[in-house]
């Protein structure tokens, strides 16, 4: 059972420790106020999907739900589902994969294959995602599109005894979804993570190769953000697209005090992509590395009340050389890039178990420009709300 418990990280959906079953579910509401458009629309110099997310106004909207379901058939072998709900969206597969564990001499082994989510560590893997902030952080909506889901298999390792080194994870995906394309090859990535006492450190990279990565011009501007690629290999109108390489990096650390009533951790994410830009209207090589950090400052004043700040920036950085670079660039909404800055405070209350209750103000701002935004938040988590044994 111990074993099976280490085999994954707080947060990380994970079979039952013995043979049975497992029901879950969680649910944000938001009730949100701002001076401007909120979430941002879109940022110059990022490109992701060109699709923007879902204005939350001033109404209480469903910001995120999902419904778990995990089986463990034997002590090796186990499936797990998750869907999810976004308001007004269509449900979406988060996760379905199979997994086989087992233990040698040199320690445990876990074998994954299928749909998940592509792990870089707690600190980046949960912001954003039913966490304490009703936001993803900025690097995580321009360098992934808030979250990277892949069809994939993944092998992980974690040593028998006690090391710096506590788990070493390595993945093939198929790298359809972005920031893959429709027409890419397959993805190697490379996880790392290490622990010194009450600090933990991750490292991850992926390398991906991306052909017909498409986005909507930027003058398009859809509403609802889409969970869907658009393939520049049926048409070329009103998208912009990308074929060459993207290189994904990220690095995090968290540190929790002895009576965990002060936690703070800081990760950096950033994209790399080299190749090749074009719509329509002509083509131009591109190169652009977009990349982000924030910081959680995390104090437990009570056993039922925490409050946490998060200050963050994104820096997008763009070149294009060619005939007609203008006109692409403005499609792409790749003029006038700037580095964005925001800074959120939350104060949350836990009301029982799986509710608790948040309230959290926060400023963005963009080479002048500022949005002020204030929301009231409640958070349902039941991870384990029916279960038995086979």
Not at 265 to 280: I, M, P, V
Not at 339 to 349: C, F, G, N
Request: aromatic share 6%; proline share 5%.
């Amino acid at each position: 059972m111990t074993g099976a418990a280490r085999a994954h990280e707080p947060g990380e959906m994970q079979l039952p420790d013995m043979p049975g079953w497992r029901l879950g579910a969680a649910a944000a509401l938001v009730a949100n106020h701002a001076d401007d458009t909120w979430p941002t629309p879109r940022w110059p110099g990022v490109m992701v999907l060109g699709r923007s997310p879902n204005a939350l106004g001033d109404s209480v909207r469903l910001e995120h739900a999902v419904l778990e379901a995990a089986a463990r058939v034997n002590s090796r072998v186990g499936a797990m589902v998750a869907i999810g709900f976004h308001d007004r969206e269509a449900a979406h597969v988060e996760t379905a994969r199979l997994e086989s564990d087992w233990s040698t001499a040199s320690g445990r082994w876990i074998l994954g294959a299928g749909r998940d989510t592509v792990r870089m560590g707690t600190t980046i893997d949960r912001a954003g995602h039913l966490d304490r902030f009703n936001q993803a952080p900025l690097a995580k909506r321009a360098v992934l599109n808030d979250l990277w889901t892949d069809d994939g298999l993944t092998l992980a390792w974690q040593p028998a005894d006690e090391t710096w080194l506590q788990r070493v994870e390595a993945g093939v995906w198929r790298g359809r979804a972005f920031p893959g394309g429709p027409g890419g090859s397959a993805v190697p990535t490379m996880h790392l993570q290490a622990g010194w006492g009450h600090v933990t450190a991750h490292a991850f990279v992926g390398h991906l190769r991306p052909q017909g990565r498409g986005a909507a011009v930027a003058s398009i501007g859809a509403a609802g953000h889409s969970h869907a690629v658009p393939d520049c290999r049926l048409s070329l109108k009103q998208v912009v697209c990308f074929d060459g390489q993207s290189d994904v990096a990220s690095a995090s650390l968290q540190w929790a005090s002895d009576d965990e009533r002060w936690t703070l951790s800081a990760a950096a994410l950033g994209r790399q992509d080299r190749g090749t830009l074009y719509s329509s209207s002509g083509d131009a090589a591109y190169r652009a590395n977009i990349s982000g950090v924030w910081a959680d400052v995390v104090w437990r004043a009570t056993p039922d009340w925490t409050l946490a700040l998060r200050p963050e920036r994104l820096t997008p950085k763009v070149t294009l050389n060619g005939v007609g670079t203008a006109l692409l660039a403005r499609e792409g909404g790749l003029l006038d890039a700037a580095p964005v800055t925001r800074i959120t405070l939350a104060l949350s209350h836990t009301l029982r178990a799986n509710l608790s209750l948040s309230l959290e103000a926060g400023q963005e701002r963009q080479a002048g420009s500022r949005v002020n935004q204030a929301s009231l938040r409640l958070v349902w988590q039941a991870p384990e709300m029916l279960n038995g044994r086979w």
